[in-house]
C-alpha cells in the first residue's frame, strides 16, 4: 500500500526549516526517503529501520515513529539545492513502495 | 565506478508499437527493479528481476515484461503500447535483500502518440 505524504508542496525561503511527513496503514518495517530534482533520476538521502531511530545527514535528517507507522524528514536552514521533490519508500520483506512525493521549493 | 546506465534516453512510439527499455546495474549489484513514473507521480514498481528470475511483480499486465542477463543488465519489454504508457521508466539496482537502498539512473522517458 502507498504510504502517503504531507504536505504535497511547499515553498521556503532559504534558511527557513521544514517538516514532511510519510504515514502509512501498513506496518512500516523501514522507509528510505529520496530526492529527485527536475529531469532527473531520484537520489538516496536516507534509511530508517524500526525502533524509532532517527538518522541525520548535516541539516538534513529523519525520524521513525514505528508505533505510528509515520516517518518525518526534517530539513533545517534549507539552501537552495534542497529544492526537489522529496519521496517516502516504505518496504517490508518487499519491493520499495513510494509516496506520491513532496515538492520542495527554496526561494533566495 | 560506473553507476546505473539505461538506454535509450528518450523514446517516441505509436500506439500499438512495441519497446524494449536497457538497464546496466552499478557495479557489485545484481538485483534490478522497474519503476514507472508519472508526471507528477511517485515512481509504480513494475517487477524486479535477481539470479535471472522475476521475483516480484507489481499491479501491470502481461504487455510489461522483463529479462536479466547473466552478467546482471536488464531488459524491460512493454508490448502493444497504449496513451497511458508514457512516462519516465526507471531502473534501479541494489543488492538482493529486500530494503536496500536502491541506486536509479537517470531513466528512459517514453512517450507514446
Known amino acids: 500500500q502507498q504510504p502517503v505524504q504531507s504536505p504535497q508542496a511547499v515553498i521556503l525561503r532559504e534558511g527557513e526549516d521544514a517538516v514532511i511527513n510519510c504515514s502509512s496503514s501498513k506496518a512500516l518495517y523501514s522507509v528510505h526517503w529520496y530526492r529527485q530534482k527536475h529531469g532527473e533520476a531520484p537520489v538516496f538521502l536516507m534509511i530508517?529501520?524500526?525502533?524509532?531511530e532517527q538518522k541525520g545527514h548535516e541539516k538534513i535528517s529523519a525520524s521513525f515513529n514505528e508505533k505510528k507507522q509515520q516517518s518525518s524528514l526534517y530539513l533545517t536552514a534549507s539552501q537552495l539545492s534542497y529544492s526537489g521533490t522529496y519521496f517516502c519508500?516504505?518496504?517490508?520483506?518487499?519491493?520499495?513502495?513510494f509516496g506520491k512525493g513532496t515538492r520542495l521549493s527554496v526561494i533566495a | 565506478d560506473a553507476g546505473v546506465t539505461q538506454s535509450p534516453t528518450h523514446l517516441i512510439k505509436t500506439r500499438g508499437q512495441q519497446v524494449t527499455l536497457r538497464c546496466s546495474p552499478k557495479s557489485g549489484h545484481d538485483t534490478v527493479s522497474w519503476y514507472q513514473q508519472a508526471l507528477g507521480q511517485g515512481p509504480q514498481f513494475i517487477f524486479q528481476y535477481y539470479e535471472e528470475e522475476e521475483r516480484q511483480r507489481g499491479n501491470f499486465p502481461d504487455r510489461f515484461s522483463g529479462h536479466q542477463f547473466p552478467n546482471y543488465s536488464s531488459e524491460l519489454n512493454v508490448n502493444a503500447l497504449l496513451l497511458g504508457d508514457s512516462a519516465l521508466y526507471l531502473c534501479?539496482?541494489?543488492?538482493?535483500?529486500?530494503?536496500?537502498?536502491?541506486?536509479f539512473g537517470s531513466g528512459t522517458q517514453l512517450s507514446v502518440l
Open positions: 519508500g516504505s518496504s517490508g520483506n518487499t519491493p520499495l513502495v
Open positions: 534501479a539496482s541494489s543488492g538482493r535483500a529486500w530494503g536496500e537502498k536502491l541506486f
Open positions: 530508517l529501520l524500526k525502533g524509532g
